[in-house]
């Protein structure tokens, strides 16, 4: 439920400067498994050191965790969502900050997965 309206809301807001990084604790061999077998555009990354648990007090997975331009957490949601809602958080955080913005450049969703 998650991974499929993230990639969406990825794939409709990347040209306006969406960020999506998938984080996880796996080895990169099963992360990149997982990327081909999900079809995933956004990057993957491992967190073998356990620090995107720590800074993001990400003790559920999935943890979505939108952070804008400036790195400040803006949102943290736990559990899976669906995509209009992950679209109209996404949506919020732009609209809020316009003038900051200029658009979604910068503007981060991490997702912590297991």
């Known amino acids: 439920m998650t991974l499929p309206g993230l990639q969406a809301v990825y794939e409709r807001y990347k040209d306006k400067g969406l960020v999506v990084i998938g984080i996880s604790s796996e080895d990169s061999g099963t992360l990149n498994a997982f ?32 952070i804008d331009r400036k790195g400040i957490v803006q949102r943290v949601e736990v559990g899976g969502h669906d995509e209009e809602s992950i679209d109209r958080w996404v949506r919020e955080r732009s609209e809020e900050h316009t003038s900051e913005l200029q658009s979604l450049r910068h503007l981060v969703c991490r997702l912590l997965l297991e």
């Open 35 to 66: 990327q081909s077998q999900n079809k995933l555009a956004y990057s993957l990354m491992q967190d073998a050191g356990g620090l995107g648990m720590r800074d993001y007090a990400a003790f559920a997975y999935p943890t979505l965790v939108l």
